[in-house]
């Protein structure tokens, strides 16, 4: 006897279906209008708003900009993760428990007050440049991201393995990057591409870093929404869209068969 789906459960189902799609729908609809303002639904459909956001210089000066900040970010961000994660787990008994909480403090304080603290700390009292700002905040908001999944595949990791290498010579160095690394790849991947996702999305931390000649491309979406109100916003975030579902595409086409595989 086969269970039956209460009408109400399917109801709730299709509601929040629709409360998840919907501002996309409309997000799409109002790119692909006609008119000179944002609208929806459509009053007709043109490419036009896609191929201004290419005439726009500050879109594509902004947008080299946050895919480098990202890329810089997120490599920085597991440059200090990894370790981090794997001390966390190779020395859980050595180490403190709270230590585990310090790395995810970036996601647990509201970002406007850590954008804050970053630009009085580090910009104002410590006079480095808008650039190096940027990436030092960045690299801090994706860290804890680089820690958590990395410490996830980690925690299934024999670390036996590596203690066997050591005993027959290997150097722990080495050890590390030709045994334990490996064995995470799929994890530090997967790390990589959440933080990049993170980064490149940023608002309230770039908000209060940014400054003259360097902003990233969602700060300029804002800037761009004070002066005009034309559907060249909603296909700017069109194609962020599709930009993060690609990745995602990625993600599940690659590492998803990777994970059912282990």
């Given at each position: 006897m086969t269970d039956r789906i209460h009408p109400l459960l399917g109801i709730f189902a299709a509601l929040v279906f629709v409360f998840l799609v919907g501002p996309l729908i409309i997000i799409i609809g109002a790119s692909l209008s006609d008119t000179n303002f944002l609208t929806f639904p459509p009053r007709g459909l043109t490419l036009h708003w896609f191929t201004n956001i290419f005439a726009v210089t500050a879109f594509k000066t902004t947008a080299i900009t946050s895919f480098e900040l990202a890329f810089a970010g997120t490599l920085l961000s597991l440059v200090l993760g990894i370790?981090?994660?794997?001390?966390?787990?190779?020395?859980?008994?050595?180490?403190?428990?709270?230590?585990?909480?310090?790395?995810?403090?970036?996601?647990?304080?509201?970002?406007?007050?850590?954008?804050?603290?970053?630009?009085?700390?580090?910009?104002?009292?410590?006079?480095?440049?808008?650039?190096?700002?940027?990436?030092?905040?960045?690299?801090?908001?994706?860290?804890?991201?680089?820690?958590?999944?990395?410490?996830?595949?980690?925690?299934?990791?024999?670390?036996?393995?590596?203690?066997?290498?050591?005993?027959?010579?290997?150097?722990?160095l080495k050890t590390f990057f030709t045994i334990v690394l490996p064995n995470i790849r799929a994890g530090v991947i997967a790390a990589f591409i959440l933080a990049f996702i993170t980064s490149i999305n940023d608002v309230s931390v770039s908000l209060f870093l940014t400054g003259p000649g360097i902003s990233t491309l969602p700060i300029q979406i804002l800037a761009y929404m004070e002066q005009f109100f034309d559907p060249t916003m909603a296909a700017v975030s069109v194609l962020l869209m599709l930009l993060t579902v690609g990745v995602m595409a990625i993600v599940e086409a690659t590492l998803g068969l990777t994970f059912l595989t282990k």
């Open positions: 370790p981090a994660a794997y001390a966390l787990n190779r020395f859980r008994v050595e180490l403190p428990a709270w230590l585990s909480t310090v790395y995810v403090l970036p996601i647990l304080i509201p970002e406007i007050v850590f954008g804050f603290s970053l630009m009085k700390s580090v910009t104002i009292d410590s006079g480095f440049p808008v650039g190096l700002t940027l990436l030092i905040g960045h690299a801090l908001l994706v860290l804890p991201y680089s820690v958590r999944v990395v410490s996830a595949s980690l925690a299934a990791f024999d670390f036996s393995i590596e203690e066997a290498a050591i005993s027959l010579g290997s150097p722990p």
